[in-house]
């Protein structure tokens, strides 16, 4: 897409801001002892609570306070040590209540900022609003009944941490980047799975464009319910088209919510009401404010696991990573874990590094699979990557035993190693006689190298190589080759 | 003495001394329900099958040695507290089919105390009215005066306590919806402390004020119901985890040297001359028991009605959203969507009072006029709460009338709101301020019972219940039987 470039010729300017809805990891509901699994039959994990029935009251789990505080801190948020719950007042079928709870006033998690590294290799602080917790709705199924609506209450009640960024960012692509800034703290935290296609992390973006330079913002819009990076970034730039070409024309921006349509490549007005909405919050009277002292905030920061910035600068620092490496293999908490893994049984972590980043991921990704499903543990790339290091076998067999482990043909390097004879040929008395033959089997090169075309050695190497399978030690057969050759 | 004239204190001596079984007891009751008394209109649901399983288990345990606190005293529940099983309908179109498959906390607790549950008691929909004419089931008879309303909400289980069909029953207090219309019948009545009995299972009038609390013919029956039906419950956040005492123990204290006070605003204007004389004899009767009696001034008092009028219909207005026709309850017939299907649902089976109080608390809460009324109410509410506390500092206990007026005919006050809403006069502050306050009958009014009100500090109920038995062991009040009784 090249409407940036558009944008800034004809003078416009882009201001975005995200509203990122997380799934809290709980095992149980924000309000019920229902359960969260995803995928369940429909309303199978709906309570009466969950249902809204009559009489029942909403109980916090205590469970979502130490993952929004994580949260707060590692975005170097205050932690609120009393905040509120509010009923949001709407109708709609798969919001059981009428009303969700939710934090208005008075949000658990104030401020905070993230440094996002751009393209150019620049970081930009984005700054955080505020955090909030706050119940999931239900589902509205329009597909799957004819002329009827179904509704799945499985969702309704799930525990939802909404991270309300500032209009910090100018372009789809820092959305898009801050976005997954978020989306790697969170995972790494443990705050939420981060499964998006799951829902787990869903985005609103308010866009608007005004004069580059202007200090006063353009009417916004609000595209809701964004669950991809690519459909974030797409969606932006589509409202980003679309407003500039509005105001382009001379017309004016209207404030609405938004639906982005992937099928279409397009954003749509939601069916909007005559009226604004107006939600009529009020604070809960079910719940009481939540108070959180120091020593409770204190305890959620000891029990934190180590930041991805953090561990980023440690992986340069520790193992001699380049920063791009670094940051590679710090993109999520269970890559890193692998690597360190790979390092622990392996010793070389530069090497480790390369067979992560350049094997194990370029399989994952060939094959289209996640880490958690890859068929070779971290153990096993270990055991590779130890014995290319101590020269058992080249790096090119070491392919053929990943690609070997991959298939799950043996259960350790050694054993395919083994079992496929591919240990490197590397004493100058088995390669000798070999080299010796391959020359004397080939006069004409070995006279024209000796009468001065030297770059036929990699022709002899490459013989000795064939004949061997690739088991020779290259850079011993190339000794060897000179050594007759020459004498 | 007829059986159904008994206390529950008397009831549980005859059925350990094996004078009539729990069993004949509940026929008993079950009869005089079916009788004469089914003109009184005071039940919409009975539960014979029931009432007979449990008097006859209650029976059971009795031979066993393992009798509950209330085993075998048949009582009723105000058709607002959740019977697993049983129809709960608040007395609703709206929840004429509704079946809730969860009970109450304190249905639960009632239960396993081996009270026999009788049936489900009639009462203003949704607890919202003083006169119990709102109800989908008909207006109950007051049985002292056929003519006239038995008060209202809880104005079933009023009834049918005075009337003799039933030892006791449940209520709950908004605003006075268990004092008024005991005060109405002649019986007892208490509201404990904002939170002393779980809120669980019962259906949310006005969340933060909302208490539940016993109707009986004395107040050492009141004290006996309160131990059991009081108490922390983890599925209600806003209950107090303070121990319960036991009241029952602290009746026979002496109220010599307890101060209290008679607040001036509550025998102003309006207040009907013979109940002030009444009140007066009362104050006499306890000044003789030793206490000290002073005047005190709560100058916010007067703004207690109007900020009732606005925080309680805020609340109900989110509480009651849920009846959407979506889920459970009244559904209307061929909706066209989903906006239809709430308009007709909602405006086809919910009456006129509770839809007044939803349209007030909706334009309450909306944006523009929340900071005018919902927020300037909550304001008036503190203000209420401090004038008590300071009260407070000068005396043990507050004395007034429960209501203005003795019991009115029915018709005379429903085209008249206002009129209907200063009933509850003397009742709301104490429900705004989360105090606990007790009626108990104290002289007549021509051929009408009238009620006197005790309000305390904060969970003092056992000085309340202490002076209630104090004055009651003086006093025959609270012995005098309505004519409907008598059959």
Redesign the interface.
């Known amino acids: 897409m090249t409407i940036p470039d558009i944008k800034k010729e004809n003078g416009w300017e882009a201001v975005i801001g995200l509203e990122i809805h997380v799934q809290l990891l709980t095992n149980t509901k924000i309000f019920s002892g229902a359960s969260t699994k995803f995928g369940a039959d429909p309303n199978t994990q709906a309570c009466?609570i969950d249902?809204?029935?009559?009489?029942?009251?909403?109980?916090?789990n205590e469970e979502v306070y130490p993952k929004a505080i994580a949260f707060g801190l590692g975005v170097g948020a205050d932690i609120a040590t009393y905040s509120v719950f509010d009923?949001k007042?709407y109708?709609?079928?798969d919001l059981?209540?009428?009303?969700q709870i939710t934090q208005m006033d008075y949000p658990i998690v104030l401020g905070g900022h993230v440094d996002i590294v751009l393209e150019s290799g620049e970081t930009k602080t984005i700054n955080i609003t505020r955090a909030h917790l706050e119940e999931d709705a239900g589902k509205s199924l329009h597909e799957d009944f004819q002329g009827m609506?179904g509704?799945d209450l499985n969702r309704a009640g799930t525990p939802l941490l909404e991270i309300v960024s500032e209009p910090d960012m100018t372009s789809a692509a820092e959305a898009v980047a801050y976005a997954k800034h978020i989306h790697q703290l969170v995972t790494y935290l443990g705050v939420s799975d981060g499964e998006m296609s799951q829902g787990s992390l869903r985005c609103d973006a308010n866009v608007s464009i005004r004069r580059t330079g202007d200090r006063d913002l353009g009417t916004r819009t609000e595209t809701k319910n964004v669950n991809s990076f690519r459909f974030l970034e797409r969606a932006i730039n589509y409202e980003i088209d679309r407003q500039v070409a509005i105001l382009e024309d001379g017309g004016r921006v209207i404030q609405e919510t938004r639906l982005y349509d992937p099928d279409k490549d397009e954003t749509r007005p939601m069916r909007s009401k005559e009226t604004a909405t107006?939600y009529?919050?009020?604070p809960e009277?079910?719940?009481?404010p939540v108070r959180i002292n120091e020593a409770y905030i204190q305890s959620v920061r000891k029990n934190m696991p180590e930041l991805p910035v953090e561990k980023r600068i440690r992986f340069e620092n520790e193992y001699d990573l380049s920063g791009a490496d670094a940051t590679v293999l710090t993109s999520s908490a269970n890559l890193a874990d692998y690597f360190e893994q790979v390092v622990k049984s392996g010793g070389d972590s530069r090497l480790a590094a390369n067979w992560v980043r350049v094997e194990l991921l370029g399989k994952l990704n060939k094959e289209g699979m996640e880490l958690g499903d890859a068929p070779v543990s971290a153990e096993q790339l270990g055991s590779i990557v130890t014995r290319i290091r101590d020269n058992t076998i080249s790096g090119k067999i070491a392919k053929t035993v990943f690609d070997g482990l991959w298939a799950g043909q043996a259960s350790t390097a050694d054993d395919f190693i083994e079992s496929h004879g591919l240990e490197q040929v590397s004493g100058t008395d088995e390669l000798e006689p070999i080299v010796s033959a391959i020359i004397a089997a080939n006069p004409d090169q070995a006279e024209q190298y000796r009468s001065g075309k030297t770059k036929l050695l990699g022709f002899f190497v490459g013989q000795v190589m064939k004949e061997t399978q690739s088991k020779a030690n290259p850079q011993q057969v190339n000794e060897l080759v000179k050594k007759i050759l020459d004498s | 003495m007829m059986l159904h004239e008994h206390t529950i204190i008397e009831l549980r001596t005859g059925l350990k001394n094996g004078e009539f079984t729990a069993e004949e007891l509940t026929l008993h009751y079950l009869e005089r329900i079916e009788g004469k008394a089914r003109e009184l209109n005071a039940f919409i649901t009975v539960t014979p099958d029931i009432a007979m399983d449990q008097a006859r288990q209650s029976d059971k345990d009795r031979g066993k040695g393992v009798a509950g606190k209330l085993s075998g005293i048949p009582i009723a529940y105000k058709d607002i507290f959740c019977t697993d099983g049983v129809r709960t309908s608040a007395g609703s179109l709206m929840l004429d089919k509704f079946i809730a498959p969860y009970s109450a906390t304190v249905v639960e607790k009632l239960g396993e105390a081996g009270a026999v549950m009788l049936g489900k008691t009639n009462m203003d929909e949704f607890a919202m009215g003083s006169s119990n004419e709102n109800s989908h089931y008909g207006h109950v008879l007051n049985p002292w005066d056929k003519e006239r309303v038995p008060g209202g909400s809880s104005g079933g289980s009023a009834a049918a306590v005075a009337a003799g069909l039933c030892a006791a029953a449940t209520g709950t207090d908004t605003g006075g919806s268990i004092r008024q219309p005991a005060s109405f019948c002649g019986v007892t009545g208490i509201k404990p402390t904002y939170g002393r009995i779980s809120r669980w299972g019962i259906i949310a009038y006005a969340s933060s004020l909302d208490q539940a609390g016993p109707i009986t013919r004395t107040a050492e029956d009141a004290a006996l119901m309160l131990e059991v039906m009081a108490g922390h419950d983890a599925k209600d956040s806003t209950s107090i985890a303070a121990e319960v005492p036991d009241y029952s123990r602290t009746l026979g204290d002496s109220i010599k040297g307890l101060r209290i006070g008679l607040c001036r605003e509550y025998f102003e204007d309006g207040l009907n001359s013979t109940t002030e004389k009444i009140i007066m004899e009362a104050v006499a009767v306890l000044e003789s028991l030793g206490a000290v009696i002073s005047q005190i001034s709560l100058p916010s008092t007067r703004h207690a009605i109007p900020a009732y009028y606005v925080i309680a219909p805020a609340e109900c207005s989110a509480n009651l959203s849920r009846y959407d026709g979506v889920r459970f309850g009244y559904r209307c017939e061929n909706p066209n969507d989903w906006e239809d299907l709430y308009k007709r649902s909602r405006s086809e089976a919910l009456g006129n009072e509770v839809k007044q109080r939803i349209l007030v608390g909706t334009f309450a809460l909306s944006a523009g006029y929340y900071d005018a009324y919902y927020r300037k109410a909550q304001q008036v509410r503190r203000l209420i709460k401090n004038d008590f506390l300071e009260a407070f500092k000068e005396v043990d206990i507050l004395l007034s009338p429960t209501a203005p007026i003795p019991a009115f005919r029915i018709g005379e006050k429903s085209g008249d709101q206002i009129a209907m809403y200063l009933q509850d006069i003397y009742t709301i502050a104490s429900n705004l301020a989360g105090l606990p306050a007790i009626s108990i009958p104290a002289g007549m009014n021509g051929h009408l019972p009238t009620g006197l009100q005790l309000i305390g500090n904060y969970l003092d109920e056992a000085g309340l219940l202490n002076v209630a038995h104090q004055f009651q062991l003086q006093t025959n009040w609270h012995q005098l039987s309505p004519p409907a009784a008598d059959s």
């Open positions: 009466p249902l809204g029935m009559p009489g029942v009251l909403p109980v916090v009923r007042n109708f709609y079928p059981p209540k009428g009303y609506t509704i107006d009529r919050y009020f009277p079910d719940l009481l």
